[in-house]
């Protein structure tokens, strides 16, 4: 079902993100500091390209990483990832 697949690849995040494109520079600084939500935000942003253009390879390495520390949804977002041949 196209609905699954859209909410799997955070397609209803993008303007929940664009809302907060403000909030960019803290949760890379998040990451950087190995915050697993942090780490999903980033990498949510990478991937679709909020605050910067978009960078999927970026975006791999930040949902794995966040997945590594357990967050669900960073989990999820990397399998689509995968499933989309994009990870």
């Known amino acids: 079902d ?3 697949r859209d909410r799997l690849r955070g397609v209803q995040m993008i303007p929940w993100l664009k809302a907060r494109v403000g909030r960019a520079a803290r ?13 999903y935000l980033h990498a949510a942003c ?4 909020v605050g910067a253009d978009p960078d999927p390879a970026a975006a791999a390495r930040f949902f794995r990483r966040a997945a ?5 949804a960073a989990m999820c977002s990397l399998g689509a990832m995968y ?5």
């Open 2 to 4: 196209e609905r699954l």
């Open 27 to 39: 949760w890379a600084e998040a990451a950087a500091a190995d915050s697993a939500n942090g780490l």
């Open 46 to 49: 990478c991937w679709f390209g």
């Open 68 to 72: 590594a520390a357990g967050h669900a």
């Open 83 to 87: 499933q989309d041949g994009a990870g």
